[in-house]
């Protein structure tokens, strides 16, 4: 089993440029979630879905873009890249809300 | 969902016992603790989760008292390979809001020969 696949591993993006992240689980879990991960802190989040067809606002939700057309695929997209969106960005899932995580492998994105 | 507070950092030795505290006074009726492991360049990892009294799995222990305003994770003869960053989380696990979740910064475990 998969569990949770993220795409890509890494990029440099210039500022101004979109880019959609991509995360997709086999586990068909009803909740996801994006966190950001920048350099020697904790993880904060960005927007989760409790169910295909909902999405939510986190802590930071400015500058993302979240949607949950199906069950498995959970895309994150920044529609203006600005500096301040470099960072590591992990996707999760869990089978309901608030329930126990299982995480990606991380996009490490770099906006110059 | 509850906040929570755990050290910074700690230090540790192989073979040692290793118990990291997290404070949680604002712990509702119907909140888990989980404990998270992080390593470098790697998403969290779920380590264990309970609500009361001790749990105990293949990796780890979680004490929990009475009162459920701590909790503490005992990992039993640490090795070099439990260097992480350890992550407690409260919440109600059938149904917290997922805005509410928090990770906080956690705690740096490093372990040395």
């Known amino acids: 089993t998969a569990g949770i696949t993220q795409a890509p591993t890494s990029q440099i993006l210039a500022a101004g440029r979109s880019m959609t992240l991509r995360c997709t689980q086999d586990?068909?879990?009803?909740?996801m979630y994006w966190y950001r991960q920048d350099l020697g802190l904790g993880l904060r989040l960005i927007h989760y879905s409790n169910t295909a067809g909902t999405t939510g606002k986190g802590e930071v939700p400015d500058g993302y873009s979240v949607s949950r057309a199906n069950t498995d695929d959970f895309p994150l997209t920044l529609a203006s890249a600005v500096p301040s969106q470099t960072s590591v960005y992990f996707c999760?899932?869990?089978?309901?809300?608030?329930?126990?995580?299982?995480f990606g492998p991380g996009t490490r994105l770099t906006v110059l | 969902l509850a906040k929570t507070t755990q050290p910074i950092s700690m230090d540790s030795y192989e073979g040692q016992e290793v118990n990291i505290t997290c404070s949680h006074n604002n712990i509702a009726t119907n909140d888990y603790i989980t404990w998270y492991q992080q390593f470098p360049s790697q998403g969290p990892r779920f380590i264990i989760q309970?609500?009361?009294t001790k749990v105990t799995n293949e990796v780890a222990s979680l004490f929990i008292p009475a009162d459920r305003k701590s909790s503490t994770l005992s990992l039993p003869r640490v090795s070099l390979s439990d260097t992480a960053v350890y992550y407690c989380?409260?919440?109600?696990?059938?149904?917290?809001?997922?805005?509410?979740?928090?990770f906080g910064s956690g705690t740096r475990l490093s372990i040395r020969p």
């Open positions: 989380l409260v919440g109600d696990i059938g149904g917290s809001s997922a805005s509410k979740i928090i």
């Open positions: 586990m068909r879990h009803n909740a």
């Open positions: 999760a899932s869990s089978d309901s809300e608030g329930g126990v995580q299982f």
């Open positions: 309970g609500y009361k």
